[in-house]
């Protein structure tokens, strides 16, 4: 079964740390994503990626940055921690620009941030 | 990119048929609709895709009327196990970088 992976289910951080997600898939799509999901709010775009090496701002990107080195791994870093970071974060991959298979989501991983 | 607007929430009895109309107004001529479900401490899952009129797979049924500004999701006899979010996109065929998944629709389904 094909897989998207985020290292951890749950992480505890303290203000000013410096958090990474790391997020890895194994189906070799190109395009990877990380969203944040906040009650009320829904699912809004962090940062993606088309290529290795490549990414581009979504729509919340201030406080975070990524990394990809390697086609399956995509990593959320946050360069200092804060209280209002405090949420889900979901990796995604898909394979095609216009995706017509869709996106497929990682679990997530819970920050808590404190 | 297209807004898309579902209602917040809804409630369904074990067994009955579920229809979730999302609408997209300003839809362009090109964009797909796409609908996602989501369980509790889970990431979204596609479910269902579709351009034009009816699309059907073992999960669920798509209905997209002629003017495509909005679109409904079927679901057939729904179980305790269909509670969940439902989110409807709107995507343009150049990829997917900036939809928004939007809060999407909450159904509860009762015994």
């Known amino acids: 079964d094909v897989k998207v992976t985020q290292s951890s289910r749950y992480l505890v951080k303290r203000t000013g740390e410096k958090v990474f997600l790391e997020c890895v898939q194994d189906m070799d799509h190109e395009n990877m994503f990380w969203y944040r999901q906040d009650p009320g709010l829904g699912l809004r775009l962090i940062y993606f990626s088309y290529d290795v090496k490549m990414k581009e701002k979504g729509d919340i990107p201030e406080g975070y940055s990524v990394s990809r080195e390697k086609k399956e791994r995509f990593s959320l870093i946050l360069e200092s921690a804060s209280t209002n970071q405090t949420s889900m974060y979901l990796c995604?991959?898909?394979?095609?620009?216009?995706?017509?298979?869709?996106?497929?989501f990682g679990s997530g991983t819970r920050l808590t941030v404190v | 990119l297209a807004k898309t607007t579902q209602p917040i929430s809804m409630d369904s009895y074990e067994g009955q048929e579920v229809n979730i109309t999302c609408s997209h107004n300003n839809i362009a001529t090109n964009d797909y609709i796409t609908w996602y479900q989501q369980f509790p401490s889970q990431g979204p899952r596609f479910i269902i895709q579709?351009?034009?009129t009816k699309v059907t797979n073992e999960v669920a049924s798509l209905f997209i009327p002629a003017d495509r500004k909005s679109s409904t999701l079927s679901l057939p006899r729904v179980s305790l196990s269909d509670t969940a979010v439902y989110y409807c996109?709107?995507?343009?065929?150049?990829?997917?970088?900036?939809?928004?998944f939007g809060t999407g629709t909450k159904l509860q389904v009762i015994p």
């Open positions: 579709g351009y034009k």
């Open positions: 995604a991959s898909s394979l095609l620009e216009g995706a017509e298979d869709g996106y497929t």
């Open positions: 996109l709107v995507v343009p065929p150049g990829g997917y970088q900036k939809v928004t």
